[in-house]
């Protein structure tokens, strides 16, 4: 997942990053940077082999706190005590096969040992060992022995490991993974624990022959930040995706579709299932009526081209239908003028709970650009106009409201 702007969702939250003796540990300095900079208080307890191959000063300049490394250190024996206890969760990156052997059979022998013990935060073990090393029945006996205990495994990842390359897995998962884990742990806690979110984004692409298609500058990048939101906010996601360069977020359940009408396909099933849906998506509103088997010709022409045109199904309005019963539906307007009124027509005609306006002449909104400046429309109430943020943040605003609408339903 991407960590940039003044993003902190995390804030208040606690996290345990324990980190063992093995050579991917310095990649999970990243992890510890980001987490901090997600607003996470993160506090590092490091293994002495760790320290063979990262200082603690590198932990400590990123995340602004101590480092533990010493279960007899001066500020109290209990410190492993406390450490559990005020942990939302605790994460070991990477795991090494002494660290998942010792936290299988319950050792106190260590501060990380000893802090698993004292925890009732969710735990995630981020494996990390040579391939020949975790293919070793008695690591794989520790792993699931770890499972059993309710510890969550992240990885291995398969790919090149310090001493060759592998036949098989043995590779700590990326950081942008790690962080992802984490967001979903302490999401466990989030307004949207348990709900399941359905978001359509990109634009689609309608073929005019198979090297041409009418499509439109949409990024996708406002409906990936809604999915990733709704996630860190602990909901089971489902985004599906017209053509966008942008990876999936991590989590997310995605669905590339290319063409309208595979959208409305893939939209038909989870939108049965969905809590809220947010329909993101700058849908092509016509497709060329009969797109030619074979690459127009210019030569071949009598002049321009005409493309007759034919409407494309209108996904929100064919979908509403069957979504759940108290499901909250968001939807998005991009207007050029009467930016207002425009999109009050379409909250009401589309039966949307909430409806983002964009206007399209903003320079800081719309297409292709990293911020946006949005209104926030519900029916029968005030228009909300939110400040220029960057699409996460706007994201976060709009699944915080879903959320609270969300509630509210169930309250009354
Ligand atoms: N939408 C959709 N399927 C379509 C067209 C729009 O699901 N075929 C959804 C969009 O995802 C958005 C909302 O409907 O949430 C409004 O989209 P927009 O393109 O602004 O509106 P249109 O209804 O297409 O109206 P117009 O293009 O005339 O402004």
Redesign the pocket.
């Known amino acids: 997942m991407r960590v940039d702007g003044p993003r902190a969702p995390w804030e208040g939250r606690r996290v345990v990053l324990g980190v063992t003796g093995g050579i991917a540990a310095y990649k999970v300095v990243q992890v510890a940077r980001d987490l901090t900079r997600l607003g996470a208080a993160v506090d590092v307890v490091m293994t002495r082999a760790a320290r063979e191959f990262v200082r603690p000063l590198s932990f400590e300049g990123v995340t602004g706190r101590a480092v533990y490394t010493d279960p007899f250190a001066a500020d109290g024996a209990a410190v492993h005590i406390r450490l559990g206890r005020e942990a939302d969760v605790v994460c070991v990156a990477p795991a090494t096969a002494d660290v998942l052997a010792r936290a299988a059979d319950g050792r106190s022998d260590d501060l990380l040992a000893t802090t698993l013990l004292a925890t009732r935060a969710p735990v995630l073990l981020c494996p990390a060992m040579n391939d020949r090393m975790w293919a070793h029945p008695a690591v794989q006996d520790n792993a699931r022995r770890c499972e059993a205990l309710g510890y969550t495994l992240v990885g291995p990842d398969q790919g090149a490991l310090a001493v060759g390359e592998a036949d098989g897995p043995g590779r700590l998962v990326e950081p942008g993974e790690i962080v992802a884990r984490v967001g979903r742990a302490l999401g466990a806690a989030g307004p949207l624990a348990g709900r399941r979110v359905l978001v359509?984004a990109g634009p689609t692409r309608e073929a005019v022959d198979p090297v041409r298609y009418l499509g439109n500058r949409s990024s996708g990048r406002m409906g990936y930040a809604l999915a990733e939101a709704a996630w860190l906010a602990g909901a089971d996601v489902t985004l599906v995706s017209g053509p966008s360069s942008l990876p999936a977020p991590v989590g997310v359940t995605t669905h590339r579709v290319e063409t309208?009408r595979e959208m409305l396909e893939a939209v038909r099933e989870p939108v049965t299932r969905a809590d809220v849906v947010i329909?993101?998506?700058?849908?092509?509103?016509f497709r060329p009526s009969d797109p030619a088997d074979a690459k127009m010709k210019r030569r071949e022409l009598d002049g321009p081209p005409t493309v007759p045109l034919t409407a494309?199904?209108?996904?929100?309005?064919e979908s509403r239908p069957l979504r759940k019963e108290g499901a909250v539906a968001v939807?998005?307007?991009?207007?050029t003028h009467d930016l207002l009124d425009?999109a009050r027509a379409?909250l009401e005609e589309?039966g949307?709970d909430l409806l983002v306006a964009n206007d399209a002449g903003d320079p800081e909104a719309g297409f292709e650009v990293e911020t946006n400046r949005v209104t926030l429309l519900e029916p029968r109430a005030e228009p909300t106009a939110l400040p220029v943020l960057t699409k996460e943040r706007v994201a976060d605003r709009i699944v915080g409201r879903a959320a609270e609408l969300l509630r509210g339903r169930e309250h009354t």
């Open positions: 359509t309208a329909y993101a998506a700058a849908v092509a509103d494309n199904p209108d996904i929100s309005v939807g998005f307007a991009l207007e425009h379409k589309k949307f």
